[in-house]
């Protein structure tokens, strides 16, 4: 009865957290044409979540290109196909890695910001000092922040997917010696517009899901040291099993 | 000094904000239960009592961020109870407020910070805003500072700023948490005169959350005691001083024990330190 009952206890609290969430994101969506007049804030964001994100994301790009450029050209030597490198390349940076890692990236690196800087403004009260000066923190901390995320995310993956390209032609090409005109010839032949449109619409919902859970977190922290240290834990977790989920779908819907 | 000083356009007598018969529980503690204030127009009253007693959770129910569990709130005429979320923030217009640490926007400096409602609820010229933070920073000796980040302000430089963001859209109330805590002598005697001059000179009404008791003697027209969710005394600080409740002594003299126990509640002394009472 008692593990029963345990079982319930947390379950209506896993629904009190969803609806939460449901009912802070309807918010989000509410306030953010608000927080669109003015756009200032929003490009501020961009810059926060974004440009501040370009180096781990260029270097991480980077080296998964290369570690594809390799491991690819191992596989398709036992076929006799290293000219497919580009392509083989192209295709598993646009459509599944440059938006996952990116989105885990972006979850560890920016939302981890977004999640302790709303935090710690909320542990100072300034969060509650806007509220007293009849300023929605919603619509003037939480919106521009969360489209911030939203524009910077499908941004950053195609950078990283960019760079991964460059990192895999490296390897396949400079070090491995696969033919340049192959390798570029057969990914422009080989990679359709619905690749593209795939990592895109990826890119933009993993955006959406890790801004809305960072500022949720950070919105919902308590008002603590540990509180704020607690809930950039969840905002990496909870992003993290959120894009992996959210992946699984889109690939199954898109496919 | 503690004369009332009630400007023109504010009515002696009349009361601002009433509480009447509020109770407020949280997590099933009762907080406050017949709980019942009445703030005078124009005035400086202080709200006091010992730690723990719900003087924070009293003016966030008067600013309306938590509402009662039973009873009225009425704030210069609106029942907090019946307003949403566009009228509460229409009413937060009228109201200001300086929270115990100056809770100032980390992310901008002092000028932007008092510029800040401002810029959210106007659409007035860069040169007026200019004008109006800096007559606002000169109220408050701040002036000089306005380039400085909040992170390079002294305690009481924060306050100092915070009040200026406090009634740069000109409220009729303002609110003070804790406005002497943690302050040097000079820094307090500087809030303290500025608590007075702004109250006075721009006819507000101010609500002073306190337990310094010689600060408030000084400085407040009237005062409410509270402990054990109820005011326990109330008068001007001269009456309360005079008071013979004991309770109210014990928090006027500041004695350690008293009707307001030293100890925590605990099982036995002695059969816990013999091991039989279990540990904490």
């Known amino acids: ?255 | 000094m503690n004369a009332s000083n009630a400007m023109a356009g504010a009515t002696p007598g009349e009361a601002i904000a009433r509480l009447t018969d509020v109770a407020y529980t949280v997590g099933g503690r009762s907080i406050f239960d017949g709980l019942d204030i009445s703030i005078e127009r124009g005035k400086v009253t202080a709200i006091m009592g010992p730690s723990g007693t719900g003087k924070t959770t009293l003016l966030r129910l008067i600013t309306g961020q938590i509402h009662a569990s039973r009873g009225s709130v009425i704030v210069d005429g609106e029942d907090l109870s019946r307003l949403d979320r566009e009228g509460m923030y229409r009413l937060r217009r009228r109201m200001g407020m300086l929270f115990q640490n100056g809770a100032l926007l980390t992310d901008l400096d002092v000028y932007e910070n008092v510029a800040f409602p401002v810029r959210e609820h106007t659409d007035l010229p860069e040169e007026l805003i200019s004008r109006i933070v800096l007559m606002k920073l000169q109220s408050v000796g701040l002036r000089g500072a306005a380039r400085l980040r909040p992170s390079e302000l002294s305690g009481g430089m924060a306050r100092r700023v915070a009040l200026a963001r406090a009634i740069v859209m000109d409220p009729k109330i303002l609110i003070y948490d804790e406005p002497f805590a943690g302050l040097d002598p000079i820094a307090m005697g500087v809030v303290m005169r500025l608590i007075r001059e702004t109250n006075d000179a721009l006819g507000l009404t101010s609500i002073v959350v306190s337990h310094d008791v010689h600060e408030i003697g000084r400085l407040a027209d009237f005062a409410y005691l509270l402990s054990g969710g109820k005011v326990i005394a109330s008068g001007t600080p001269a009456e309360l001083a005079a008071n013979q409740a004991p309770v109210v002594r014990q928090f006027m003299g500041g004695e350690a024990d008293g009707p307001v126990p030293f100890h925590y509640p605990a099982p036995d002394y002695a059969t816990q330190l013999l091991g039989t009472g279990g540990n904490p």
């Open chain 1, 1 to 255: 009865m008692t593990v029963l009952s345990d079982l319930a206890e947390n379950g209506r609290g896993q629904l009190e957290k969803w609806g939460r969430f449901t009912l802070f994101v309807g918010r989000l969506f509410a306030v953010s044409p608000r927080a669109l007049a003015r756009p200032r804030l929003i490009v501020e964001q961009v810059h926060n979540s974004g440009a501040l994100s370009l180096v781990i994301i260029m270097l991480s790009g980077l080296f998964v290109g290369m570690v594809l450029g390799l491991q690819g050209y191992d596989l398709l030597r036992r076929f006799g196909s290293t000219e497919s490198l580009g392509t083989a390349a192209a295709l598993g940076l646009l459509r599944e890695l440059g938006p996952v890692i990116t989105a885990l990236l972006f979850a560890g690196r920016a939302g981890t910001a977004l999640t302790s800087e709303i935090g710690l403004m909320s542990a100072t009260d300034q969060l509650s000092a806007m509220e007293m000066m009849a300023v929605d923190p919603i619509r003037r901390v939480c919106a521009p922040r969360f489209l911030g995320g939203v524009i910077a995310m499908p941004l950053l993956a195609a950078i990283f997917s960019m760079i991964g390209i460059f990192g895999a032609q490296l390897v396949g090409v400079t070090m491995m010696g696969v033919d340049s005109g192959q390798f570029w010839s057969q990914m422009r032949s080989a990679v359709e517009l619905r690749d593209i449109v795939e990592g895109v619409v990826k890119s933009i919902a993993f955006g959406f899901a890790c801004s809305a859970i960072a500022v949720y977190e950070g919105y919902h922290a308590l008002p603590t040291a540990e509180g704020v240290g607690r809930a950039t834990t969840r905002t990496v977790v909870t992003s993290s099993v959120a894009v992996l989920a959210i992946d699984y779908m889109l690939t199954a819907v898109l496919l």
